[in-house]
């Protein structure tokens, strides 16, 4: 399986500012995903990342509020833009179809609360 | 579109009896299953997976899922539950007729397993 590791895993931040999450994969893979997962909810898909185009976002997600990098295979950045207290949830990326493998891997998350 | 439906957001267990997290989903192809748990503070876990074949089929830490087309469920069982066991689980499923189609996960089960 692959190894996903995110940074920061938790932070704490001021209304009105950015995060931006960090997310590694030990592993070359196409599709990175990154899901929001708000207090006591289910994951919700925020954009599909593939290298080399435009991330793919879901219906009420924009790119404005939460822009994402896919500079190589390994590795994708979302950013958190503007933020809320709406905005805290945990984070989490994942790959897809490594090695053939049908499921998804996840990252350990990252808890975002907005004060 | 496809869904998934976890109808107990919460099941409780006595440690060393069974235990069921019931699952039901609606896809239009033929479905790829799966189950995820996720323990406090962590990312998610993938446990098992139905793809075709046996529709038994075994996961990780002893847990195991039937596969049931005719009642389109999915549920994750386990023999004798542990203390440990203690955690949310997701089903989530993917139409494989659509290689593009993308995980849709259930709204979780929170497993409590009391000594």
């Known amino acids: 399986s692959a190894v996903i590791s995110q940074k920061p895993s938790r932070d704490i931040c001021q209304r009105g500012t950015s995060l931006t999450i960090q997310c590694q994969v030990d592993s070359q893979v196409t599709m990175m995903f990154w899901y929001r997962q708000q207090p006591g909810q289910s994951l919700t898909l925020i954009a599909t990342a593939n290298q080399g185009s435009e991330a793919t976002y879901e219906s009420g997600f924009v790119i404005d509020k939460f822009p994402i990098s896919r500079p190589n295979l390994t590795f994708s950045t979302l950013t958190v833009s503007n933020m809320s207290p709406e905005d805290s949830s945990i984070y989490l990326c994942?790959?897809?179809?490594?090695?053939?493998?049908?499921?998804?891997?996840f990252g350990p998350g990252t808890r975002l609360t907005v004060l | 579109a496809q869904s998934v439906a976890q109808p107990e957001d919460q099941v409780n267990v006595a440690e060393g009896n069974p235990l069921t997290v019931k699952c039901t989903y609606s896809?239009?192809?033929?479905?790829?299953l799966f189950w995820y748990v996720q323990y406090p503070n962590r990312g998610l876990q993938f446990l098992l997976k139905y793809i075709t074949g046996d529709n038994l089929v075994k996961g990780s830490y002893g847990f195991e899922a039937e596969f049931n087309k005719s009642q389109t469920s999915f549920h994750l069982k386990k023999p004798s539950a542990l203390v440990s066991d203690s955690a949310l689980y997701f089903c989530?499923?993917?139409?494989?007729?659509?290689?593009?189609?993308?995980?849709?996960f259930g709204g979780g089960t929170r497993l409590m397993v009391k000594p």
């Open positions: 896809v239009s192809g033929n479905p790829y």
């Open positions: 989530a499923v993917r139409d494989h007729n659509n290689a593009g189609n993308m995980l849709t």
């Open positions: 994942s790959v897809d179809r490594l090695a053939g493998a049908n499921e998804q891997f």
